[in-house]
């Protein structure tokens, strides 16, 4: 069974090789360059990614087809949103947020690799009740 402990290792895990990525390339690229060499890195340390996949939407019965998209899911657990902007904004959390409740997992990052230093800069990470949920160990 999943746990609190293996939930927050997974995210630690996955800031420290965004941190890697932004080491080796530094700011100023495209999104789509950080999202494929961060789930290339996470893949080859034996994660499972799924990335650009559509997030459903259903309001009270009506299903709609949205471009809802989220950027990376780690481990079924973790989603990951990436960003290449001047400051994060309010709209970036609850867009991850949204995905967050949607898909009613337990944690997500949201990621700007537009900075010096991602994990002192820009780099935030939310909960959700799924993760309150959880066992701690």
Known sequence: MTTQKDVNALSRAIIGYAIEVHKELGPGLLESIYEKCLAHLLIQNGYIVVGQQSVPLNFKGLDLTCELRFDLLVNDLVIVELKTVDKILPIHEAQLL????????????????????????????????????????
């Open 98 to 137: 949204s995905y967050l409740k949607l898909l009613k997992k337990p944690k997500g990052i949201l990621i700007n690799f537009n900075c010096l230093n991602i994990f002192k800069e820009v780099q935030q990470t939310f909960i959700t009740e799924h993760f309150r949920k959880l066992p701690i160990e």
